[in-house]
């Protein structure tokens, strides 16, 4: 039986120089989910536009359930406008008050998490205040059924706060980040940065309970925190072409591997191949 995964946040078009891309941290992150087996359902919102219609129809065209993804005609479907550095690197400046902003929290909703096997959210997806809630009402109920609840730390100035870092980690049970974010996280969670890597990581997964920290390091691979101990992989050697969602996809692939029980080495090594895979072609899913 397939794992059932609801995604929780932003699904929004990231407008490149060169024309539109599928995008948002969340919708990226759902798609390669199902691409790699899972039963997922979106949970956000698009407005009754031109965009929102063709971003419900590249969810659907990847095997995500669209059902929760609320229509909303008092606003627009979600943009970021991109632009890329000499290395690939991407910069963003994130359209506001958008359709994924303001969907609100129903039965139906909750129908789906509590069948779930995770629950994976960020702390964009937060942005608005009715989706902040109905994110949070999400997290009590999967906390109340032991559903693995999955924080992918996705920091966009100037939408997030110390407060919001230390209040998405102490609802999460697995936290997800990039070595880019590490340093803002030690500040809000007053760790001292200063020390190696895995003392930071292991030192975020005791005071918070985490079941584990996983933290990518770009090429260099990613490096993850469990009671057992700490495990690494240093990475796929790729021709970047562009970094966007790849490091979405490492964690849909994280995801699957924990709900399959692989080891942890097994599953760093296979979420850094799949990320690789995504920075060696444009854009965040494939066509």
Not at 89 to 103: K, R, S, V
Request: hydrophobic share 40%; charged share 25%.
């Amino acid at each position: 039986m397939k794992k059932q995964i609801v995604a929780m946040g932003d699904g929004l078009w990231d407008l490149f120089p060169d024309g539109p891309r599928f995008g948002g941290a969340t919708a990226n992150y759902a798609c390669h989910c199902s691409i790699l087996g899972a039963d997922v359902h979106m949970v956000s919102g698009v407005g009754k536009d031109e965009r929102g219609n063709a971003l419900l129809k590249v969810y659907q065209k990847h095997g995500v359930h669209t059902d929760l993804v609320a229509v909303l005609k008092h606003h627009p479907t979600g943009v970021v406008y991109v632009e890329l550095t000499e290395n690939g690197l991407p910069t963003f400046t994130i359209g506001e008050n958008a359709a994924w902003d303001h969907w609100e929290w129903k039965e139906e909703i909750k129908e789906k998490v509590a069948k779930a096997d995770a629950l994976y959210f960020g702390t964009l997806g937060q942005r608005g205040l009715s989706s902040r809630l109905g994110i949070r009402q999400a997290l009590a109920l999967a906390n109340e059924l032991n559903i693995l609840r999955i924080l992918d730390i996705n920091l966009r100035s100037p939408f997030y706060d110390d407060a919001l870092i230390r209040e998405s980690i102490d609802l999460c049970s697995i936290l997800k980040l990039s070595d880019e974010e590490l340093e803002k996280v030690c500040q809000a969670c007053e760790i001292n940065s200063a020390q190696n890597e895995e003392k930071i990581l292991g030192e975020l997964r005791t005071q918070f309970g985490l079941n584990l920290v996983v933290m990518t390091r770009g090429e260099k691979g990613a490096i993850l925190s469990a009671t057992e101990g700490c495990f690494e992989y240093p990475g796929v050697p790729v021709t970047v072409v562009d970094t966007v969602g790849a490091g979405d996809s490492f964690t849909s692939s994280m995801t699957l591997g924990l709900l399959a029980g692989k080891e942890y080495a097994e599953i760093l090594a296979d979420a850094c191949k799949v990320a690789a895979g995504v920075c060696s072609h444009a854009g965040a899913v494939p066509e």
